[in-house]
């Protein structure tokens, strides 16, 4: 990666083995943006689902101005099918404040994003797609980490 590889929010990507999990936070949601503007229209439909999936109606209302509402009402509670006329209005922003929210609400949601990456080779083609799965990964095992060793005391 080189040093002039920025994310919006204005700073370099460093490496996965040299963030905290507060950063990782930060920096993931632009990383998964930065995958979805590349990734073909159907691939973009199934990075959304699983984010989607864990938030409510009313979340999704207050998420990038209301802009995943209407799937989720066209879906219904059961069956979350993004299709690709839904995602017409869907830009790397409003991936970004989707992640974020989701995050919030289930961890676990965005880091099984990284199995979708892994197992889709449009997706994981790229090099900013191979930083977000190590960025992934290592949450994940940090993650459970903490909550092994919670659990020994």
Do not use: K
Not at 11 to 30: H, K, T, Y
Not at 40 to 53: A, D, I, K, S
Request: glycine share 6%; aromatic share 2%.
């Amino acid at each position: 990666m080189h040093e002039d590889d920025q994310v919006s929010r204005g700073g370099a990507i460093p490496g996965a083995d040299e963030l905290s999990a507060s950063a990782l936070d930060v920096q993931i949601p632009e990383l998964l943006a930065q995958v979805y503007e590349a990734a073909p229209t159907v691939e973009r439909c199934h990075l959304l689902e699983p984010l989607l999936q864990p938030l409510g109606l009313l979340s999704l209302a207050a998420v990038a101005g209301g802009v995943f509402t209407n799937i989720r009402l066209r879906c219904g509670w059961h069956q979350l099918d993004v299709r690709p006329d839904d995602i017409q209005n869907v830009h790397a922003v409003d991936v970004v404040a989707l992640v974020d929210y989701a995050q919030q609400v289930s961890v676990e949601a965005v880091d099984g994003l990284a199995q979708l990456l892994l197992s889709t080779p449009l997706l994981s083609a790229s090099a900013t797609a191979a930083l977000l799965v190590a960025m992934l990964l290592r949450r994940a095992r940090s993650r459970q980490s903490a909550n092994a060793g919670a659990q020994e005391i």
